[in-house]
């Protein structure tokens, strides 16, 4: 027998998903990633988001996307520059640092320069509970006062939703979730 059929035989140990990273959760503590791959093994993560976070939303449209990040704005930001549009976009790829899109188009319009605030925001939250969606949402609109992840700009983002660092550590489970396991059922 050929000695690359037989390497080929060789049983992936069990063991061999623990080291898979969690790419979602990169900057948090060891300790931390190593208990939510146990929950992954244990087959747990699932039933606990589902138990903290048993409805999905639904915000589908565009249409009421705009809506309801407007709601929030008026709320919380009322002073802040308008927004022009507010979007689900499927060609942005969540990953650990940019999990929405917040982009300031300028356009010249005779002698003014204008500036458009659009927010796109990734179409995973179309389909999540509300508490995610609200998160992500109330992350775009902090960076219409603040550019950089600063410490300013957290504290806006935790004014508007005292839960946010929570809230984004379990989005991260979730997209976690989503990735290695599938949906929430
Ligand atoms: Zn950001």
Do not use: W
């Not at 039933?47 to 449209?61: G, S, V």
């Not at 999540?128 to 550019?147: D, G």
């Amino acid at each position: 027998m050929p000695r690359s059929k037989r390497r080929t035989e060789i049983p992936r140990s069990p063991a061999s998903t623990a080291t898979t990273p969690l790419k979602y959760l990169g900057g948090y503590p060891a300790d931390l990633q190593q208990q939510v791959q146990q929950l992954i093994q244990q087959e747990k993560l699932g039933a606990m988001l589902l138990k903290r976070y048993p409805q999905i939303h639904d915000i589908r449209t565009d249409r009421a996307l705009y809506d309801y990040t407007l709601g929030l704005k008026a709320e919380f930001m009322r002073k802040s520059q308008p927004l022009s549009k507010v979007v689900y976009d499927d060609k942005i790829s969540v990953t650990r640092d940019a999990l929405g899109l917040h982009t300031q188009i300028s356009r010249v319009q005779g002698a003014k320069l204008k500036s458009k605030n659009e927010i796109r925001i990734d179409s995973v939250f179309r389909q999540t509970p509300i508490e995610f969606l609200r998160m992500i949402v109330v992350h775009e609109l902090a960076h219409l006062k603040e550019k950089d992840h600063n410490k300013a700009f957290y504290q806006l983002c935790q004014h508007m939703e005292p839960d946010y660092h929570q809230l984004e550590f379990d989005l991260r489970l979730y997209l976690t979730h989503l990735d290695l396991v599938g949906k929430l059922c």
